[in-house]
């Protein structure tokens, strides 16, 4: 179950059907006897009933585990656009200068 909780957490896209399917393979490598790619700890009746449990238990709360345990991913977009010219902290400057001389001078023409 750790093993199949941290696949299952390692992304924070939706992959339930990605993780039943490692549930499957590691069920299946347990539950048949290969030497030495796996073998055989559980019968068919305790693979079914072992399936059963987590289809019942993990799964179905899978998208409550995934809010919960999955890191959280920000996004931070910038956009660049190549024909425009970047504005440089001089000119940034100037603009926020001269956008202060024009509001004075209107506060002068009302208060006058």
């Known amino acids: 179950m750790k093993k199949l909780h941290g696949a299952c957490i390692s992304t924070s896209y939706d992959n339930m059907d990605e993780c039943f399917q490692y549930f499957k393979e590691l069920i299946l490598c347990h539950s048949v006897q290969r030497p030495p790619w796996s073998i055989e ?4 009746v305790q ?49 926020v200068y001269s956008d202060n001389e024009v509001e004075n001078s209107e506060q002068e023409v009302t208060t006058e």
């Not at 179905?60 to 504005?87: E, G, N, R, V, W």
Request: no cysteine.
């Open 41 to 44: 700890l559980y019968s068919a």
């Open 47 to 95: 693979v079914r009933a072992m399936t059963k449990y987590v289809v019942d238990t993990f799964f179905h709360h899978f998208h409550l585990y995934k809010y919960a345990f999955t890191s959280k991913m920000i996004l931070d977009i910038k956009f660049h656009y190549d024909d425009k010219p970047q504005q440089t902290r001089e000119l940034r400057e100037l603009a």
